[in-house]
């Protein structure tokens, strides 16, 4: 499989499953495929950044994406720049440092 390959698959799968991200505003790109670590690199912006459910969000997307794509070993979940960076306030950053959801299974 190559690095194309792993990231079309990537990508479909989060429009598959995690259709919420764009339905409230969101955006997710995948920034990087490391072929050697298995490691993906997952951006999320728009609303995400400022969202209260965002560490929720990046928590299932870091779980699930190596659990569901062969080939995906671990996932960094970044804030997005460039055009996706939300206009409001980023608390991306802030968020994925929580611990409250560590152990949420979000339905999606």
Do not use: W
């Not at 190559?2 to 499953?17: F, I, M």
Request: hydrophobic content about 30%; overall charge negative.
């Amino acid at each position: 499989m190559s690095s194309q390959d792993l990231k079309h698959q990537t990508q479909q799968y989060l429009t598959d499953n995690v259709p919420q991200i764009q339905q409230h505003g969101g955006s997710v790109e995948i920034k990087d495929v490391d072929m050697d670590s298995g490691r993906v690199t997952v951006a999320i912006g728009g609303a995400c950044s400022g969202c209260g459910i965002a560490p929720m969000t990046m928590n299932a997307i870091e779980s699930r994406l190596p659990e569901n794509v062969d080939g995906v070993e671990g996932v960094n979940v970044v804030r997005a720049d460039g055009t996706d960076t939300a206009v409001m306030p980023s608390k991306t950053d802030e968020m994925s440092e929580m611990t409250e959801y560590e152990n949420y299974n979000p339905p999606f």
